[in-house]
C-alpha cells in the first residue's frame, strides 16, 4: 500500500518559528522515509481559517498531521514522527 501523509501548515511571511517548523517536519519526514506532501497555507487564507478552526489552532506555526494538530513551538521531531507513523496506519 503506496500511502501518502498529507501535512497541512498554516505559517506567515518572514516567520522564522514557521520556517524552523517547517525544517523539523522535514526532516522528520526524512527520518520515517514515510511518503508526505507538506500543504503551506498562509495564515489569513480562508484555507487556513477553516482548518485553524476545525483543529483549535490559535498560534502560529500551526499543522496538523492525521489526526493530530500542534500549534506555536509546542512540538518536537519526535511528536512529529509519531503522528506521520500514526497518521499512515490510519
Do not use: R, W
Not at 57 to 74: M, R, S
Amino acid at each position: 500500500m503506496d500511502k501518502t501523509v498529507q501535512i497541512f501548515l498554516i505559517h506567515s511571511e518572514n516567520c522564522e518559528d514557521c520556517q524552523k517548523a517547517e525544517e523539523v517536519i522535514t526532516q522528520a519526514i526524512k527520518t520515517t522515509k514515510i511518503s508526505c506532501k507538506i500543504l503551506k497555507f498562509l495564515y489569513d487564507t480562508q484555507v487556513a481559517i477553516n482548518i485553524a478552526i476545525k483543529h483549535d489552532i490559535d498560534d502560529l506555526p500551526g499543522f496538523v498531521i492525521g489526526k493530530q494538530a500542534f500549534k506555536g513551538t509546542n512540538y518536537t521531531e519526535k511528536k512529529i514522527i509519531d503522528a506521520i507513523k500514526e497518521a499512515y496506519t490510519q
